[in-house]
């Protein structure tokens, strides 16, 4: 049984050295006494990609070799709902628990006996999801009423160019490259293996299969 301690922090400034202990604590509760630490200071909105230990982590999961991974806090995983939701789902998959020391709670869940451990598991998330969609939608409501136009453009209220970006290369090639390993899988299955919202796995999808790409 392989447990993992995943500490983050977003400043050369921040010290895990609390999380590390409320981490030790929480896991001496579980009976998990034996794991491996693992550290790094990145931002959690940052791209996926910058987050190499988180990265590395991620792979060791995928490969079934993860069995618990325990955080300060969910949002040391993922700041972003959407993203966090999605990591549940993937950890579900390949029977890797996520324990949070701030969020002791979530616990419980783990102890209902099937098949009702299931139905309230995905509850939680729908109600994460909700939520999700609440802060984003307040969010865009911000953002909306903060942008100007100046000299015939649409700008944001720090003078960036409005509009969404393209996804990036190296998004749209995992994608490309999971539909190529098994094209029956769902867009749901493709959006948790690549990270890559539903929207714009359907969109990239609908050009691969029109020859566009």
Not at 57 to 66: A, N, P, R, S, T
Not at 70 to 93: A, G, H, S, T
Request: net charge positive; hydrophobic share 30%; proline share 2%.
């Amino acid at each position: 049984m392989r447990t993992i301690i995943y500490l983050r922090t977003s400043t050369e400034e921040q010290n895990p050295e609390n999380q590390l202990k409320d981490c030790k604590s929480f896991s001496e509760g579980l009976k998990l006494n034996e794991f491996e630490v693992f550290q790094e200071k990145q931002s959690a909105f940052k791209d996926d990609s910058k987050r190499e230990v988180f990265n590395n982590i991620l792979k060791e999961i995928k490969k079934g070799k993860v069995d618990h991974i325990i955080v300060w806090d969910w949002d040391r995983l993922f700041r972003n709902r959407n993203k966090l939701i999605q990591f549940f789902e993937l950890c579900k998959i390949y029977k890797c628990k996520i324990h949070s020391s701030r969020q002791g709670y979530f616990e419980d869940f783990y102890k209902i006996p099937a098949p009702f451990d299931e139905i309230v598991s995905n509850l939680v998330l729908n109600l994460m999801g909700h939520m999700a969609e609440e802060e984003s939608k307040k969010k865009s409501e911000r953002v909306k009423a903060a942008v100007r136009t100046k000299n015939g453009k649409t700008l944001s209220y720090k003078g960036n160019k409005w509009g969404r970006k393209k996804l990036s290369t190296q998004k749209l090639n995992k994608i490309k490259e999971c539909y190529s390993k098994n094209p029956k899988l769902t867009i749901r299955q493709i959006e948790i293996e690549t990270g890559v919202s539903r929207s714009a796995v359907h969109k990239y999808l609908q050009e691969i299969k029109e020859g566009k790409n």
